[in-house]
């Protein structure tokens, strides 16, 4: 240790005796050692917990948590009378649809009608075609184009079309 008669560095205070300790500089090896071993411990625990709520039937899907009890005002606001829903109108992407009765997307069936078909605003094209057939042969092709980005159009698809495709970022909603 040093005495107040020490003498003094010019630059760092007093001149230090070799028999004072070095100065710590913050924790030392061994407990920095026991944090880094509870951090594991921590993550591994946390882990094993994630892994036997998955196994025991756990699911990623929020819809499947339980909803909260129901509170005095959500029961009156219960008792009023719902509107319908509306009906669910099914939107088509990229894909060939074979012409039917019902629309089962991807690569279902698609009933006869006009459709707003729509192309993404991101620089992404869209193609359509009305098909006489579904063998893929440029020949099968009975009307075709190309969207440009955020363009739309109507397509009316045909009894008599065997197929109805889109390529590139679109969809397509039914309007009558």
């Known amino acids: 240790m040093t005495s107040p008669d020490a003498p003094y560095s010019y630059y760092h205070g007093p001149v230090s005796s070799p028999a004072d300790p070095p100065p710590s500089k913050g ?13 594991f411990l921590a993550f ?4 094993a917990v994630l892994c ?17 009890a129901e509170t005095a ?24 649809y074979e012409v039917g009765k019902r ?13 707003a078909v729509r192309s993404s605003a991101d620089g992404v094209n869209c193609y359509w075609a009305r098909l006489s057939d579904l063998s893929g042969d440029f020949t099968s092709i009975n009307a075709n184009g190309n969207l440009q980005p955020g363009a739309t ?3 009316t698809v045909k009894s008599s079309d065997a197929g ?9 909603r039914k309007v009558s």
């Not at 036997?52 to 909260?68: F, Q, V």
């Not at 005002?73 to 060939?96: D, E, F, N």
């Not at 109805?164 to 397509?172: I, K, P, T, V």
């Open 153 to 155: 159009a109507r397509i």
């Open 44 to 47: 591994c625990l946390l882990g």
């Open 27 to 39: 924790r030392s090896p061994r407990a920095l050692a026991g944090a880094l071993v509870f951090c």
């Open 164 to 172: 109805f495709q889109l390529r590139g970022d679109c969809e397509a």
């Open 73 to 96: 005002s959500s029961t009156a606001a219960a008792a009023k009378p719902a509107k319908p829903a509306p009906p669910k109108v099914a939107v088509l992407h990229a894909g060939t």
């Open 103 to 115: 629309t089962d997307p991807p690569g279902g069936l698609v009933a006869a009608g006009t459709y």
């Open 52 to 68: 036997l709520g998955k196994a025991l039937g756990g699911s990623d899907d929020p819809s499947s948590l339980p909803l909260p």
